[in-house]
Nanobody
Framework: QMQLVESGGGLVQPGGSLRLSCAAS????????IGWYRQAPGKERELVAH???????NYTDSVKGRFAISRDNANNTMYLQMNNLKPEDTAVYYC??????????????WGQGTQVTVSS
């Protein structure tokens, strides 16, 4: 059974940094596209950053220049580096990935979510 497990959230002051990690485990053949989403209270879940299997990334406008998505294919781990955090970045962050299993089936999985709170 494949799964995604996130870590790295927490409380940080405005202007601070956090790095979120998302580790994939199970019988994984490879990981295709990866996305980081967030959901603030009372708001819909939104895509924050996305990276293809080839390494092409894109970001929602509000985080461009501050966040960076990356992947370590050798260790089946994905990251979201968040710099110059703002109170409006406060949300639960989720990773999402299309995983190809050892039997070559494709599964779209979500992590459990990690809380990021930006406050002084």
């Amino acid at each position: 059974q494949m799964q995604l497990v996130e870590s790295g959230g927490g409380l940080v002051q405005p202007g601070g940094s956090l790095r979120l990690s998302c580790a994939a485990s199970g019988s994984i053949f490879r990981i295709k596209a990866i996305g980081w989403y967030r959901q603030a209270p009372g708001k819909e879940r939104e895509l924050v950053a996305h990276i293809t299997s080839g390494g092409m990334s894109n970001y929602t406008d509000s985080v461009k220049g501050r966040f960076a998505i990356s992947r370590d294919n050798a260790n089946n781990t994905m990251y979201l580096q968040m710099n110059n955090l703002k109170p409006e970045d406060t949300a639960v962050y989720y990773c999402n990935a299309d995983l190809v299993s050892s039997s070559l089936e494709i599964f779209g999985l979500w992590g459990q979510g990690t809380q990021v709170t930006v406050s002084s």
